[in-house]
């Protein structure tokens, strides 16, 4: 595949049809620079694919967010953590994942509530990261913390019995 097969599959991918002015905006150069690499007319310059890269997986990220609260809801309102939905987003996440340990699940689900829940939590609420403890925010923590650990256990308990 060349460079201009993969520009335009890039940009079909990320934005559709009318890819051209989309990327052009979105990595900061004129519209006619895009349609020229698109046309051959000028040589693609290699930096331009790892920004793609950064874009393309910021977009999975959104796009993994977005489909995530479709298939279960949010995840928190204010500072409660709704533990059914996290119990279904988790399962969802852990379905495909293959571990060798029990800390390396544990290390997975440790990490997936820190980015899902505890991080945008954190945000939300305007805590500093420095001085401020989200479990000190969250009104269920204990019922959070349960459902991590209960997880953990009901994901090894499967594996072994599988």
Same mark, same amino acid.
């Given at each position: 595949?060349?460079?201009?097969? @993969?520009?335009?599959?890039?940009?079909?991918?990320?934005?559709?049809?009318?890819? #051209?002015?989309?990327?052009?905006? @979105?990595?900061?150069? !004129?519209? %006619? *620079?895009?349609?020229?690499?698109?046309?051959?007319?000028?040589?693609?310059? #290699? !930096?331009?694919?790892?920004?793609? $890269?950064?874009?393309?997986?910021?977009?999975?990220?959104?796009?993994?967010? *977005?489909?995530?609260?479709?298939?279960?809801?949010?995840? =928190?309102?204010?500072?409660?953590?709704?533990? @059914?939905?996290? @119990?279904?987003? /988790?399962?969802?996440?852990?379905?495909? /994942?293959?571990?060798?340990?029990?800390?390396?699940?544990?290390? =997975?689900?440790? /990490?997936?509530?820190?980015? !899902?829940?505890?991080?945008?939590?954190?945000?939300?609420?305007?805590?500093?990261?420095? *001085?401020?403890?989200? &479990?000190? &925010?969250?009104?269920?923590?204990? $019922?959070? %913390?349960?459902?991590?650990?209960?997880?953990?256990?009901?994901?090894?308990?499967?594996?072994?019995?599988?």
């Amino acid at each position: 595949m060349n460079d201009i097969q @993969k520009l335009e599959m890039i940009g079909v991918a990320m934005f559709g049809e009318q890819w #051209q002015s989309a990327i052009a905006k @979105k990595l900061g150069v !004129n519209d %006619r *620079t895009v349609r020229r690499w698109a046309a051959g007319e000028i040589q693609i310059n #290699q !930096n331009i694919f790892a920004d793609l $890269e950064r874009v393309l997986v910021q977009r999975q990220a959104d796009l993994r967010l *977005t489909l995530r609260v479709l298939r279960h809801g949010e995840l =928190f309102v204010g500072e409660t953590v709704n533990i @059914k939905h996290l @119990k279904n987003a /988790l399962a969802d996440e852990c379905s495909n /994942l293959v571990y060798d340990s029990e800390s390396d699940i544990s290390d =997975f689900i440790d /990490l997936w509530i820190q980015e !899902n829940i505890e991080k945008p939590m954190a945000e939300n609420a305007g805590l500093d990261k420095n *001085t401020d403890s989200i &479990y000190d &925010y969250v009104d269920n923590v204990n $019922e959070l %913390r349960d459902c991590q650990n209960d997880f953990v256990s009901e994901i090894l308990e499967k594996s072994v019995n599988a």
